[in-house]
């Protein structure tokens, strides 16, 4: 079994380099991954990637949610997998095609998860862009189409709720990876969620969660390397418990 800090992944959602080396700096022991999403990866490009391999035993887990025709997206998977990353996100969006392809670009050298429905979107916000009713009033089987459509492709998981981990366990097995944002601690959460669909780190780790993407609990913390080694000491006693 894999150490409790590992399956934590803290997200880069920073503005600057400076400001994301710092984090790499402060978290290198108390986290398995660092996640760099659009923002940082525009700013500083691979070069904060090359920081935290040269810095940290961390890995890289590589967010830019790419969605583009089938042919597009193998070539720039193809330019990701160069990097060295973990993990990179592609959108399960119109086609299956376009997840294969990415998985074909990777060639076996970073894990593809599929990005199946954004924690902040809610039932309305589907109903709003269009969806069948059956889709925007079961939020459940809208991702558990996405996940299908996403194992189907080749993807080594996706992107979930801790609401979704244990059903999409339960259909694709336990191999296919669920990664699950919208983590709060029970001691994290605020009045201002922009998050609709959150989970305890004890709550995603029992149905099955793989890996937890925890922001905001830490980087707003007066001591964020401590309320990651609090998080971490969370998981292992799930852990525990569920052995």
Same mark, same amino acid.
């Given at each position: 079994?894999?150490?409790? !800090?590992?399956? @934590?992944?803290?997200?880069?959602?920073?503005?600057?380099?400076?400001?994301?080396?710092?984090?790499?700096?402060?978290?290198?022991?108390?986290?398995?991954?660092? +996640?760099?999403?659009?923002?940082?990866?525009?700013?500083?490009?691979?070069?904060? @990637?090359?920081?935290?391999?040269?810095?940290?035993?961390?890995?890289?887990?590589?967010?830019? +949610?790419?969605?583009?025709?089938?042919? =597009?997206?193998?070539? #720039?998977?193809?330019?990701?997998?160069?990097?060295?990353?973990?993990?990179? =996100?592609?959108?399960?969006?119109?086609?299956?095609?376009?997840?294969?392809?990415?998985?074909?670009?990777?060639?076996?050298?970073? #894990?593809?998860?599929?990005?199946?429905?954004?924690?902040?979107?809610?039932?309305?916000?589907? !109903?709003?862009?269009?969806?069948? !009713?059956?889709?925007?009033?079961?939020?459940?089987?809208?991702?558990?189409?996405?996940?299908?459509?996403?194992?189907?492709?080749?993807? #080594?998981?996706?992107?979930?709720?801790?609401?979704?981990?244990?059903?999409?366990?339960? +259909?694709?097995?336990?191999?296919?990876?669920?990664? =699950?944002?919208?983590?709060?601690?029970?001691?994290?959460?605020?009045?201002?969620?922009?998050?609709?669909?959150?989970?305890?780190?004890?709550?995603?780790?029992?149905?099955?969660?793989?890996?937890?993407?925890?922001?905001?609990?830490?980087?707003?913390? +007066?001591?964020?390397?401590?309320?990651?080694?609090?998080?971490?000491?969370?998981?292992?006693?799930?852990?525990? !418990?569920?052995?």
């Amino acid at each position: 079994m894999k150490p409790a !800090k590992d399956r @934590i992944i803290f997200p880069l959602d920073v503005a600057t380099v400076d400001e994301a080396k710092k984090y790499v700096v402060l978290l290198s022991e108390n986290v398995g991954l660092f +996640k760099v999403g659009l923002e940082l990866f525009i700013q500083a490009g691979p070069e904060i @990637i090359g920081f935290i391999h040269s810095q940290t035993q961390a890995r890289v887990f590589l967010d830019l +949610k790419l969605h583009d025709i089938p042919a =597009t997206v193998g070539r #720039a998977m193809a330019r990701i997998a160069d990097l060295g990353v973990a993990f990179a =996100t592609v959108h399960v969006g119109e086609t299956r095609r376009m997840l294969a392809a990415a998985v074909d670009g990777s060639g076996g050298r970073v #894990a593809i998860l599929g990005v199946t429905v954004l924690t902040s979107v809610s039932a309305e916000d589907l !109903k709003s862009a269009g969806f069948r !009713k059956d889709f925007y009033n079961d939020m459940l089987l809208t991702v558990m189409e996405r996940a299908a459509i996403a194992h189907a492709a080749g993807c #080594a998981g996706v992107i979930c709720s801790g609401l979704e981990v244990s059903r999409i366990k339960d +259909k694709m097995g336990q191999n296919f990876l669920a990664v =699950t944002p919208g983590i709060r601690p029970a001691w994290a959460v605020t009045a201002e969620e922009d998050q609709r669909r959150i989970t305890t780190p004890e709550e995603a780790i029992s149905a099955g969660a793989d890996y937890l993407v925890i922001g905001r609990p830490i980087r707003d913390a +007066k001591d964020p390397a401590k309320a990651a080694a609090r998080i971490a000491a969370e998981i292992e006693n799930t852990g525990s !418990k569920k052995e």
